[in-house]
């Protein structure tokens, strides 16, 4: 049984964008391109890249925004199948209508930011030592700066990464940046 062509319409303002997406379409899946004056544009394509969601048709598309507005908006009747920002890398344009021309449709989870109650509590002292650890100090060099010993130096080293469900110190560090508990 052979494989199914698939193809792809771009319509999109910015040109020089299209023809960059369409050759990682290309290239990269093998997908056919369409644009707006092709001979063959009225025959239905597997997914369509659009920036105008208004008038995307009947059939499945990815909502590209434009840098002039903050948001893409679709119609209410017509819903992408992804909406992606302006500035959206175009590698990860072409991998959503791979993903579209297949039948997917992609969804982002809304970011939520975890409760007061839900962030760990560090003392004091473990903010200062973490404050430390960020900046790649070592039990001893820790020990040094707070007039502590390297025994209690490693007892909060050990305490923040227990609280912060980490697997060793560097994971600490990087989900307390996540968190805001440290500045980069």
Not at 83 to 112: C, D, F, K, M, W
Not at 153 to 176: E, G, P, W
């Amino acid at each position: 049984m052979g494989e199914r062509y698939m193809t792809v319409q771009i319509r999109i303002e910015d040109l020089e964008r299209a023809e960059q997406i369409a050759g990682l379409l290309e290239l990269n899946y093998g997908l056919g391109v369409r644009f707006p004056g092709d001979d063959e544009i009225e025959a239905k394509a597997d997914a369509l890249l659009t920036d105008d969601p208004a008038s995307s048709g009947d059939g499945p598309f990815v909502a590209l925004g434009r840098d002039d507005d903050a948001e893409t908006a679709p119609g209410p009747l017509h819903a992408p199948l992804a909406a992606l920002p302006a500035n959206a890398p175009a590698e990860i344009v072409a991998a959503t209508l791979l993903l579209a021309a297949n039948g997917y449709a992609v969804s982002r989870a809304p970011r939520q930011e975890p409760d007061a109650e839900e962030r760990p509590h560090l003392s004091a002292r473990e903010m200062e030592v973490l404050a430390l650890l960020a900046e790649g100090a070592a039990n001893k060099v820790i020990a040094r700066r707070l007039d502590i010993s390297v025994h209690t130096a490693k007892f909060h080293v050990a305490s923040i990464v227990t609280k912060l469900s980490a697997a060793n110190r560097t994971d600490a560090i990087a989900t307390a940046m996540r968190e805001g508990l440290v500045a980069i």
